[in-house]
């Protein structure tokens, strides 16, 4: 069964959300990927406040494509998310409580979910033509230089995710690799 979740997200939901739970997502979730974290991160190094507050909030790695006419959003699949590893344990200090992408994630980042009481979902990678389907705003909000990579505000509706790394840092790549290795060493 899924999961339904409307956005923020905040700490009484999260802390019942494991490794494996299918959930659609509905609310306000952010868009950036490198180049954006990269300048997330800058701004912090120098005191500067950032251009979004990501208290309680998720940011979706994706760089979305250009909408077509009529369209509110192009294709927009996850990005992998270990392009953001560097950045992402500075980015959860700051408040931020999910994050939306595709792959594995680094100890660093693992240590800092479970620090920070924060969650990593992962969205199906090649289905970014059916995951616009579930944009239903968009609007360029920070960075805009930076063109696909712009920070957007992106109001979702039933925007399907699984749990991949929980609050307490169990991890679905971990469990499913052990579950493979025992069907592998079955046959």
């Known amino acids: 069964m899924k999961k339904k979740i409307t956005l923020p997200l905040q ?27 990269k300048r997330m991160v800058e701004t912090l190094k120098e005191n500067q406040p950032l251009p979004i507050e990501l208290k309680n909030q998720i940011i979706y790695y994706v760089g979305p494509c250009p909408a077509k006419p009529g369209e509110i959003i192009g294709s927009c699949g996850p990005t992998t998310s270990g392009r953001m590893d560097a950045y992402t344990p500075i980015i959860l200090e700051q408040g931020l409580k999910g994050m939306i992408g595709k792959g594995e994630r680094n100890q660093a980042v693992i240590d800092g979910i479970i620090k920070n009481g924060a969650i990593y979902f992962t969205a199906i990678g090649g289905a970014g ?21 712009a920070i957007y505000k992106l109001v979702v509706e039933d925007f399907p995710v699984v749990v991949t790394i929980d609050a307490k840092g169990n991890n679905l790549y971990d469990t499913q690799k052990e579950k493979y290795k025992k069907l592998l060493n079955k046959n």
Request: glycine share 8%.
């Open 129 to 149: 033509a059916l995951l616009a389907d579930r944009v239903k705003e968009a609007e360029v909000v920070a960075y805009e230089d930076l063109g696909a990579e």
């Open 11 to 37: 700490d009484e939901i999260i802390s019942t959300l494991e490794a494996g739970d299918e959930v659609l997502l509905s609310g306000i979730i952010y868009t950036g990927r490198d180049a954006a974290h």
